[in-house]
């Protein structure tokens, strides 16, 4: 089992950058692959990155690539979004998920551990 915990979330300006992290319990952190998803009030929770156990192989949503990317390090049992060119519609709670099942990475219901969220809010 795992435990997540994001931070980094904030209030910025439209074209502005943040950087999310979402820190994991547990010895076996580079046994599950990682994931960020995204709620928006009134809309379901989507997908935004992936990574791989090794963090050889990432995935993004067409709507954040070239602006986002994911990374992790798994001595620190930790995984970062890197979010830049920050638009409104980035507007939402920010959930890191933990999945040890290969698959899509992009299906939400891959994923067994979920975080609490974190709130990041883009001002036009």
């Known amino acids: 089992q795992v435990q997540l915990v994001e931070s980094g979330g904030g209030l910025v300006q439209a074209g502005g950058s943040l950087r999310l992290s979402c820190a994991a319990s547990g010895r076996t952190f580079s046994s599950y692959a990682m994931g960020w998803f995204r709620q928006a009030p009134g809309k379901e929770r989507g997908f935004v990155a992936a990574?791989?156990?090794?963090?050889?192989?990432?995935y993004y949503a067409e709507s954040v690539k070239g602006r986002f990317t994911i990374s992790r390090d798994n001595a620190k049992n930790a995984v970062h979004l890197q979010m830049n060119s920050l638009k409104p519609e980035d507007t939402g709670v920010y959930y890191c998920a933990a999945t040890n099942t290969s698959g899509r990475y992009s299906w939400i219901r891959l994923y067994d551990y979920w975080g609490q969220g974190t709130q990041v809010t883009v001002s036009s």
């Open positions: 990574i791989s156990r090794s963090g050889g192989d990432t």
